[in-house]
């Protein structure tokens, strides 16, 4: 305890002596944590077809997370480590196999060139969908199907310049989906336009073409939130994923629409429903989910509480019923601490 | 350990005694940060050059001048309120604010109003951006479940406004030319 305050204080006061001599801002530390217990109705935790949120009548675990900034001058970086099952084995890369070690989120430096002009390097949340790993980030605890099936993270280099407020353009070079160390070669190029047409309004047009989940591939997709009012908001994410070889399984398409509502300053409700289709490839046939999510985030300080309900659909019954047979639906309630630091 | 106990002391103190500073109210309800400055030395054109130039100049990413009169300079601005945990913290939100500079031959005033709150949240990347385009006035009363977070953030911004006007009053009281001329200034080792 001694060492570990006396390490404290000798890393403030290495803070504060640098602080004086340059123009770096201070340490930025944040994470999160979180835990939750879910209830599946069929009571089989096989129900789940998205990540995370994966066991059925336990208290269970999500992750920790820690992320440390710095900038100096015009040069930053940012490192975030997870620890847990949704930062570990749940999230692809397990720095160890087997799901006993961490997930990298973020380990990336920015150098600034201009206000305008930046450019990055390292491993990124990717900049593809609405939803992130991390659950600080989502609205909803469980995720969607167009989440786990797109892009976690992405390593590579890109560059984003700032034209106003209102308009931005990314473009960069990147390795394969969701690995540290590419495993052919940085094979994928990407884009990404932003603009806010309005005040409250913020869409962005995405591509990102090459190496990706079965083969190589092209994903287009469009995200964008509109607060229209202090209570309300409304966001959506439409994606299209084509794999080049027609033969591979993976294709997909779809939409999920996301508003939210907040009925007091404590408490925000929100719904997320969303379309999503595997397109036929080969000897395997087409087959759609329809999603309905109905999610409260209670908060308190950092604490958010998010109880949910949510409701799948398959007319190709993925899901079981209680007595273990094929089900065309499948419903889980779940109650998710979150806290935010 | 001592030292230790008593460092931890010091903290605990010290942020007790920031937590006993709050906004004042204005006529309309509205917090505000006011101060009158004797200013007997300046004169009242230079003290309104400086407060134009604070905030064309020194402070031109996060404040923009909306008028300005012979006697009075109105700018809209905002500042980033930081969380702090012990030793490093991050972003939690900003602040826009009105500041509002009058002046005549011998003193001035100044008062910032008009505060919105616009909370912080970490985006994919890990940096901290704003949650929402639409601030929240520094004078609602939060609900209970919100109160202890709320009472933070009018501490932080009580603290940052403070600093914020010590910077302004440092700000007209400095002659910039003869701050830069002293900074030209070079030693020669060539003559004793």
């Not at chain 1, 002596?17 to 217990?37: K, N």
């Not at chain 1, 900049?127 to 609205?139: A, T």
């Not at chain 1, 094979?187 to 309004?201: F, R």
Request: proline fraction near 3%; charge should be positive; include cysteine.
């Amino acid at each position: 305890m001694k060492k570990f305050l006396t390490a404290i204080f000798a890393m403030a006061s290495t803070t504060c002596a640098l602080a004086q001599e340059t123009t770096s801002s201070p340490l930025e530390i944040s994470g999160s944590v979180d835990t939750y217990f879910k209830y599946d109705f069929a009571k089989n935790p096989l129900n789940s077809k998205t990540s995370f949120v994966t066991d059925h009548n336990s208290v269970s675990l999500g992750m920790i997370d820690i992320a440390l900034k710095k900038k100096t001058g015009k040069a930053s970086f940012v490192g975030e480590l997870s620890f847990g099952p949704r930062g570990q084995s749940q999230s692809i890369p397990d720095a160890a196999a087997g799901g006993s070690s961490f997930n990298i989120q973020n380990l990336y430096v920015n150098y600034d060139f201009t206000d305008e002009f930046s450019m990055t390097a390292g491993y990124m949340g990717t900049f593809i969908g609405y939803e992130v790993i991390s659950p600080v980030g989502n609205f909803n605890y469980s995720t969607s199907y167009l989440f786990t099936n797109g892009p976690f993270q992405n390593a590579g280099i890109k560059a984003t310049y700032k034209f106003s407020d209102k308009a931005s353009l990314m473009a960069g070079l990147f390795n394969d989906w969701n690995v540290y160390s590419a495993t052919r070669g940085v094979s994928a190029i990407g884009g990404q336009l932003m603009v806010a047409p309005v005040e409250g309004w913020t869409a962005y047009i995405n591509a990102l073409s090459g190496a990706g989940f079965g083969g190589y591939g092209t994903i287009v997709d469009l995200t964008t939130a509109y607060q229209i009012t202090e209570k309300f908001k409304l966001a959506l994410n439409a994606a299209n994923y084509d794999i080049k070889d027609n033969a591979v399984p993976g294709s997909y398409a779809g939409a999920a629409l996301y508003p939210q509502y907040a009925v007091s300053d404590a408490v925000t409700l929100g719904l997320r429903g969303e379309y999503f289709k595997f397109k036929a490839a080969g000897a395997v046939p087409e087959t759609a989910f329809t999603a309905v999510t109905l999610t409260a985030n209670i908060k308190s300080g950092g604490l958010t509480f998010i109880p949910e309900v949510r409701l799948d659909h398959n007319k190709d019954k993925p899901f079981f019923n209680k007595s273990g047979a094929a089900a065309p639906n499948g419903g889980q309630f779940s109650l998710a601490a979150v806290y935010a630091f | 350990m001592k030292y230790i106990i008593f460092g931890l002391f010091t903290i605990f103190t010290v942020k007790l005694s920031a937590q006993q500073k709050q906004f004042s109210k204005s006529d309309n309800g509205k917090f505000i940060y006011y101060q009158v400055v004797d200013s007997q030395l300046v004169d009242k054109n230079i003290l309104l050059q400086r407060a134009r130039s604070f905030v064309d100049l020194a402070y031109k990413k996060s404040m923009k001048l909306e008028s300005s009169t012979d006697s009075s300079v109105l700018a809209k601005g905002n500042m980033v309120i930081d969380k702090t945990i012990l030793v490093a913290g991050h972003p939690s939100g900003e602040i826009s604010y009105n500041l509002v500079f009058e002046v005549r031959q011998g003193k001035y005033r100044f008062w910032l109003t008009d505060m919105l709150f616009i909370p912080y949240q970490r985006d994919r990347y890990g940096n901290f951006v704003p949650a929402t385009t639409i601030g929240v006035p520094l004078e609602r009363t939060p609900g209970k479940l919100g109160a202890g977070a709320w009472k933070d953030i009018l501490n932080s911004t009580y603290n940052k406004v403070e600093k914020f006007g010590d910077e302004f009053k440092k700000y007209l009281a400095t002659n910039r030319m003869e701050k830069i001329k002293n900074k030209a200034e070079t030693i020669s080792t060539k003559k004793w």
